[in-house]
């Protein structure tokens, strides 16, 4: 059995190409939660729903959403005067319902995604970092934002002066985490962000400390290439975080006490010696994953590296 670490849109893409390869009844992937957050009373886990719409096969082609979705219900809200900055379709609006009464009826949030995979037809076992609420508060130069409302809504176009990871101190893995770390054959941690993705999966009690104890089948992909990310503002969050550079070795840095080996992209073949120093293992190979065929090789890879 193998075990995925993931946050979205890039995470999804290693999930995906897990799956084809081992198949999904033989994969299991803990999905970041600090960026879920209620639009119009309604609970949206967009770190989950990405993961769970790639493996269903009913993800949108721009990488998050439902297929072929229309949003009259947004533009509905929209005429009402309701803001309309974060693109909720109308299919994907079944999912955020189920969700929020389950959760209103006190079902938690990991039995919930376990219903929603399974309706699906999801064979993957999908677990949430957390059933604890933990949301990532951004400060920047003119306040505080959630993660969304700096993603989306302002383009992540400021710089961010910190990172906080609230209620993270308080929060327990997910029934089953723990214990699909310890069992796995191995685990990946997918090319997600490592201080708002993977970080904050690392950063639950606990789950650092079962990854670390499978240093030597753990492996992470590195979502940097040539000094800048693959997807997403990855250089604003690390320089958010403190840390002074946005590289491969920079990745490997931040993974190397819980991972042994470390896949960077070829054209940072000159970073593998520095990640070698750090006692990670480098494994070059091209890292992008711009479709089905991409994926699954660059899966492939990765396991054989193990």
Not at 11 to 28: F, H, I, N, Y
Not at 52 to 76: I, K, P, Q, S
Not at 170 to 198: K, M, N, Y
């Amino acid at each position: 059995m193998i075990v995925a670490l993931s946050g979205g849109t890039g995470g999804s893409k290693m999930v995906d190409g897990l799956a084809r390869v081992v198949g999904q009844r033989e994969l299991t992937v803990v999905v970041n939660t600090a960026d879920d957050s209620d639009f119009y009373g309604l609970r949206v886990c967009p770190d989950l729903d990405i993961c769970m719409y790639v493996l269903a096969g009913v993800v949108a082609d721009r990488g998050w959403g439902y297929a072929d979705d229309t949003f009259r219900c947004l533009e509905g809200l929209e005429t009402y005067g309701q803001p309309a900055w974060f693109g909720l379709g109308d299919r994907d609006l079944a999912t955020h319902l189920h969700r929020t009464v389950r959760l209103a009826e006190g079902t938690a949030l990991s039995e919930v995604t376990d219903e929603l995979r399974r309706r699906l037809g999801v064979e993957t076992r999908l677990l949430p970092m957390t059933d604890d609420p933990v949301r990532t508060a951004i400060t920047t130069a003119t306040g505080e934002r959630t993660f969304q409302e700096y993603l989306v809504k302002h383009g992540a176009a400021e710089d961010i002066e910190r990172i906080e990871l609230v209620g993270i101190e308080d929060a327990a893995p997910a029934p089953g985490v723990i214990e699909a770390i310890g069992q796995a054959d191995a685990v990946v941690l997918c090319p997600s962000s490592p201080v708002v993705s993977i970080g904050t999966i690392l950063g639950v009690p606990g789950v650092r400390d079962a990854v670390a104890a499978r240093r030597d089948r753990a492996i992470a992909v590195s979502p940097i290439i040539a000094g800048r990310p693959v997807e997403g503002p990855a250089h604003r969050f690390l320089a958010g975080a403190g840390y002074a550079e946005c590289s491969a070795r920079q990745m490997a840095e931040i993974y190397a006490d819980v991972v042994g080996s470390f896949v960077l992209d070829e054209r940072d073949e000159s970073e593998a010696e520095a990640v070698a120093a750090l006692g990670v293992r480098p494994v070059l190979t091209d890292v992008l994953m711009p479709d089905h065929d991409a994926r699954e090789r660059l899966a492939r890879t990765v396991l054989d590296a193990l």
